[in-house]
């Protein structure tokens, strides 16, 4: 998916050692479909070469506010006036108090400032050893800059090339493309809080087996992404998957069906969506032993009793909540043949207002899914697609039947 096809980035470098960073960044863009413009101080010369930069973006590198190459050598007018936005990363934290002066004496900062405000946004990329992060006047630089309009990506933590560790770090190149994808995205979720379970739940026979199916989770990360790129505060209940968590999701991580039911039920009064992605198991072991059930050598197996899993969907369905009209609920199901009919039958019998029908076996672990949508005036599909592209196509079907009247 080229998620930034027609985007046109200004990239700026200032000093650092995370300009070596820069260049994966830049390839990333441009790998989404973006064009990237670059500019770069002359300190950040120091730690990576104009070379470099122009060969990954394509293009000459900008580094000098009297540019003869510009016909009318305001090279600050015509670069900011073409961005859909100037990304600068990594930023320093002297470039961040220059800006935050409306300093203006070499080219990035001048473009910075001469940039329609209103038109072409600003995002910084900090990157400073981990004292000069958390000294105040970097943090009340901060929060000025924040209020003038520009959005801070934030900071990672960890290792830093000075031998400490803490926060302050540039954030890894593949965090900042999905940062810059998610600002891109129009917010029909702003303000909205959701909750969404995704994963197969593992149900313990004794400490070391279990019983547990084959979902990968895939759909429900990739709802939780898309809810998150519109703008929704999001938390994810997950079963085991090895999934990363998407950007700016809360992850919650559970094993069995009465943990996620017991998740749920403790973050629902928070949320005002929930969406309901996971395979529940529908029957766990009647007794899960403490111990490992050995074989004993004389051929006999044990006889495992089932006790049925309580439905969390339902259970969150039918809350006085979602009764309300406080809490939409969304279902889906995996069915392997009459998806209208089944679909159709369990958002009843469900109790919800939207439910997601798609052919389970032809989903399970892949990276593309093809959906039903069923609620009460009919239905609608969404042809086969990746998972993500249908995740930002349902978010934007939940964010139209949202009641406005939302109390939250
Ligand atoms: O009944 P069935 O498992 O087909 O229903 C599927 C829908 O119900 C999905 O949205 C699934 O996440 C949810 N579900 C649940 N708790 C269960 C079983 C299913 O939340 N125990």
Same mark, same amino acid.
Not at 166 to 179: H, I, Q, S, V
Not at 275 to 283: K, S
Not at 292 to 308: H, N, R, Y
């Given at each position: 998916?080229?998620?930034?096809?027609?985007?046109?980035?200004?990239?700026?470098? $200032?000093?650092?050692?995370?300009?070596?960073?820069?260049?994966?960044?830049?390839?990333?863009?441009?790998?989404?479909?973006?064009?990237?413009?670059?500019?770069?101080?002359?300190?950040?010369?120091?730690?990576?070469?104009?070379? $470099?930069?122009?060969?990954?973006?394509?293009?000459?590198?900008?580094?000098?506010?009297?540019?003869?190459?510009?016909?009318?050598?305001?090279?600050?007018?015509?670069?900011?006036?073409?961005?859909?936005?100037?990304?600068?990363?990594?930023?320093?934290?002297?470039?961040?108090?220059?800006?935050?002066?409306?300093?203006?004496?070499?080219?990035?900062?001048?473009?910075?400032?001469?940039?329609?405000?209103?038109?072409?946004?600003?995002?910084?990329?900090?990157?400073?050893?981990?004292?000069?992060?958390?000294?105040?006047?970097?943090?009340?630089?901060?929060?000025?800059?924040?209020?003038?309009?520009?959005?801070?990506?934030?900071?990672?933590?960890?290792?830093?090339?000075?031998?400490?560790?803490?926060?302050?770090?540039?954030?890894?190149?593949?965090?900042?493309?999905?940062?810059?994808?998610?600002?891109?995205?129009?917010?029909?979720?702003?303000?909205?809080?959701?909750?969404?379970?995704?994963?197969?739940?593992?149900?313990?026979?004794?400490?070391?087996?279990?019983?547990?199916?084959?979902?990968?989770?895939?759909?429900?990360?990739?709802?939780?992404?898309?809810?998150?790129?519109?703008?929704? =505060?999001?938390?994810?209940? #997950?079963?085991?998957?090895?999934?990363?968590?998407?950007?700016?999701?809360?992850?919650?991580?559970?094993?069995?069906?009465?943990?996620?039911? =017991?998740?749920?039920?403790?973050?629902?009064?928070?949320?005002?969506?929930?969406?309901?992605?996971?395979?529940?198991?529908?029957?766990?072991?009647?007794?899960?032993?403490?111990?490992?059930?050995?074989?004993?050598?004389?051929?006999?197996?044990?006889?495992?009793?089932?006790?049925?899993?309580?439905?969390?969907?339902?259970?969150?369905?039918?809350?006085?909540?979602?009764?309300?009209?406080?809490?939409?609920?969304?279902?889906?199901?995996?069915?392997?043949?009459?998806?209208?009919?089944?679909?159709?039958?369990?958002?009843?019998?469900?109790?919800?207002?939207?439910?997601?029908?798609?052919?389970?076996?032809?989903?399970?672990?892949?990276?593309?899914?093809?959906?039903?949508?069923?609620?009460?005036?009919?239905? /609608?599909?969404?042809?086969?697609?990746?998972?993500?592209?249908? #995740?930002?196509?349902?978010?934007?079907?939940?964010?139209?039947?949202?009641? $406005?009247?939302? /109390? /939250?």
């Amino acid at each position: 998916m080229n998620d930034l096809a027609g985007k046109h980035i200004v990239l700026g470098l $200032t000093g650092g050692i995370a300009c070596y960073k820069a260049a994966e960044l830049c390839r990333a863009l441009i790998k989404e479909g973006a064009t990237v413009q670059v500019v770069m101080t002359e300190a950040a010369t120091q730690f990576i070469t104009p070379v $470099t930069m122009q060969a990954l973006s394509n293009r000459p590198v900008y580094g000098s506010q009297w540019d003869a190459r510009e016909p009318n050598n305001m090279a600050q007018i015509n670069l900011s006036r073409e961005a859909d936005a100037i990304l600068v990363a990594p930023c320093s934290a002297d470039f961040m108090s220059k800006l935050l002066h409306g300093g203006a004496d070499e080219l990035l900062s001048l473009m910075c400032l001469a940039r329609p405000i209103d038109k072409v946004p600003l995002l910084l990329a900090p990157a400073m050893n981990r004292e000069m992060w958390a000294h105040p006047a970097t943090q009340r630089n901060l929060v000025q800059l924040a209020a003038d309009g520009a959005t801070i990506l934030g900071v990672g933590s960890g290792f830093q090339a000075c031998g400490e560790t803490g926060d302050g770090r540039m954030l890894e190149p593949e965090e900042l493309l999905a940062d810059v994808i998610t600002f891109f995205h129009p917010k029909v979720l702003a303000g909205r809080r959701m909750l969404v379970t995704a994963g197969p739940t593992f149900e313990a026979i004794d400490p070391v087996r279990g019983i547990t199916n084959r979902s990968s989770g895939k759909m429900g990360f990739a709802v939780a992404r898309a809810a998150h790129e519109a703008g929704a =505060q999001v938390t994810l209940v #997950a079963g085991p998957v090895a999934l990363a968590t998407p950007r700016g999701v809360q992850r919650i991580d559970v094993q069995s069906a009465t943990d996620m039911l =017991q998740a749920c039920v403790e973050h629902a009064p928070a949320a005002n969506i929930f969406v309901a992605t996971a395979a529940v198991a529908d029957w766990r072991p009647a007794q899960a032993s403490d111990q490992k059930i050995k074989k004993d050598g004389s051929g006999q197996t044990p006889t495992l009793a089932f006790v049925e899993n309580p439905d969390i969907l339902a259970t969150l369905a039918r809350s006085a909540q979602a009764l309300s009209g406080d809490l939409f609920c969304v279902g889906f199901a995996a069915e392997s043949h009459d998806l209208l009919a089944h679909a159709t039958a369990k958002r009843v019998r469900k109790g919800v207002p939207l439910l997601v029908g798609n052919i389970g076996p032809a989903t399970f672990g892949k990276d593309d899914n093809a959906l039903l949508l069923v609620d009460a005036n009919g239905t /609608k599909e969404l042809p086969h697609a990746s998972k993500l592209h249908l #995740a930002r196509q349902l978010v934007a079907e939940i964010a139209r039947r949202l009641p $406005t009247a939302l /109390k /939250k």
